[in-house]
């Protein structure tokens, strides 16, 4: 009775309970995301911090939609994702039909150096939409420390340490890209980390300056990540 008629639900789950996807219960025959529009805190207290979205840049792009379809990186392999780059460009043609400039990062291109030389621009962007390989959490190498979860770039990664010092203005960061979404509730020798910090590639984003992250977590299906996230893209 409490959430029957609520059209926005703010979430606040307590450490494993970050892994249950609770918009996807039925809730009187629908799942419930079809009934509210449902937002994910880390603690209610969050909801206090002041945030205002970045001022408007005429004539500039917007937004940023990244996309990588193969990957060479040093030391290590990491399989093909070969819907990204088309990804990329579909959720850029969303935005510019609705008059939003687009700027598009797309593999050969999409290196760790020329990210990094965007981080001027970053702060102007409403929205960045980033189609690549993701590390989760659970990882072997994040597995005694959860800021060691990546995200895969055309040559190389940006840790979450590296990703937490940048400036970052945007409403929204979509990370299409595996296991993205995935909260550490355990590691440094502790069954469970103590109260509901937040680490990983979302906590990296809201250091940085992000409004909202969407992330996955699970894998994320290739052919079918286009579909969803252009629906995503289309509502906002």
């Known amino acids: 009775n409490f959430v029957r008629d609520a059209r926005r639900l703010i979430l606040s789950p307590h450490r494993a309970l970050h892994l249950l996807p609770f918009h996807a219960a039925v809730f009187d025959g629908r799942f419930l995301i079809e009934q509210s529009a449902i937002r994910y805190v880390p603690n209610l207290g969050s909801l206090l911090l002041p945030w205002s979205a970045p001022p408007a840049a005429h004539g500039t792009a917007r937004m940023l939609a990244l996309g990588i379809n193969r990957f060479s990186v040093p030391g290590e392999d990491w399989l093909p994702l070969n819907s990204a780059e088309a990804e990329a460009r579909l959720v850029a043609d969303l935005w510019a039909k609705r008059g939003v400039g687009a700027r598009l990062l797309l593999g050969d291109q999409a290196t760790v150096a020329a ?3 965007l981080e001027p621009e970053l702060q102007a962007y409403r929205c960045l939409h980033l189609a690549t390989h993701g590390s989760s ?29 940048l400036r970052i203005g945007a409403e929204v960061v979509v990370l299409s890209a595996c296991d993205s979404g995935q909260r550490a509730l355990g590691g440094r020798g502790l069954a469970e980390l103590p109260g509901d910090d937040v680490f990983g590639l979302q906590a990296a984003l809201f250091e940085a300056g992000a409004h909202s ?3 996955a977590l699970w ?9 969803i996230v252009s629906a995503l893209h289309a509502g906002l």
């Open 137 to 165: 959490v659970f990882a072997k190498e994040a597995a005694n420390d959860p800021f060691a979860s990546r995200l895969i770039l055309r040559d190389g990664a940006l840790d979450a340490l590296s990703i937490g010092q």
């Open 213 to 215: 992250v969407v992330g």
């Open 219 to 227: 894998p994320v299906d290739d052919s079918v990540a286009p579909i």
């Open 115 to 117: 990210f990094r030389a």
